[in-house]
């Protein structure tokens, strides 16, 4: 597993081996232990694209029709937070929403790319909780606002990069230890390699990006001092609290 840390002011990728981090400095590696670095989100990507419903269980649940072809839309990369960052709820919002996610990171400039090449421009994968502000959501009719605010886009702990069979693996929720959503992502109605060809056709990906791939049924609200969890088979746990916006360290 791959994550980006901090340590003394110096900003570093390394490689993540049970509670050891392996960075390498050219010729040379350098070993830390985990629990003594700040996790910082896995990626700096130059744009997030969120499919929304994508799981055939989320459909059933809200009584719509499946949809013929993915729908997507951009969080800006402003909104990410890593591991244990607080998620802001915002003074302007009336019902803020949890949403966990399958994420993709890019691992390549791309732009075009066929389904069956898909696997050649993914570095890997990690959670993704797509917050949402669902009042403002209805309110505005379209999703920018909802989606956008600084820390709505927590992403992490790390990216899973190897041997991820990512068919069915289960995909949970969690807020303050109970489980809000339990689903796998065999329930996906657009696969990854789909959503690469889908996405790439529209714009060009760059090494980094997230493509958070829509989440299952069991969606609901989030209150200030709350701790959310999501989990991801394979890939491990995202965790953070919510602070009301009158809390947060300016
Ligand atoms: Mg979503």
């Not at 937070?81 to 996610?101: M, Q, S």
């Not at 570095?123 to 403002?136: H, K």
Request: hydrophobic fraction near 35%.
């Amino acid at each position: 597993m791959i994550g980006r840390f901090k340590y003394d002011n110096e900003v570093f990728e390394g490689v993540v081996r049970g509670d050891r981090v392996i960075v390498e400095r050219g010729l040379y590696c350098d070993t830390f232990i985990l629990s003594e670095l700040e996790i910082l989100p896995p990626t700096n990507p130059s744009k997030i694209i969120c499919v929304g419903l994508n799981y055939i269980d989320h459909a059933l649940e809200l009584d719509m029709p499946i949809p013929k072809k993915p729908l997507i839309f951009l969080k800006p990369p402003s909104s990410v937070i890593g591991h244990h960052g607080k998620i802001v709820y915002p003074g302007t919002a009336k019902r803020v929403d949890y949403e966990a996610e399958l994420a993709v990171i890019v691992g390549k400039r791309c732009k075009n790319v066929p389904s069956r090449d898909a696997c050649s421009v993914i570095l890997g994968y990690t959670c993704f909780n797509d917050v949402t502000a669902r009042d403002l959501q209805k309110e505005d009719g379209q999703w920018t606002r909802s989606k956008s605010f600084d820390t709505f886009s927590p992403v992490g702990p790390f990216i899973t990069d190897q041997g991820l069979d990512i068919c069915d693996l289960s995909i949970k929720t969690r807020v303050n230890g109970k489980l809000r959503q339990d689903s796998t992502t065999s329930n996906l109605i657009f696969s990854v390699p789909e959503l690469i060809e889908f996405i790439s056709s529209i714009m060009t990906l760059e090494a980094g990006d997230i493509i958070a791939t829509g989440t299952p049924p069991g969606v609901d609200k989030l209150s200030a001092g709350d701790e959310v969890e999501i989990e991801i088979e394979g890939i491990g746990v995202l965790k953070n609290s919510v602070v009301s916006d009158g809390d947060q360290i300016r």
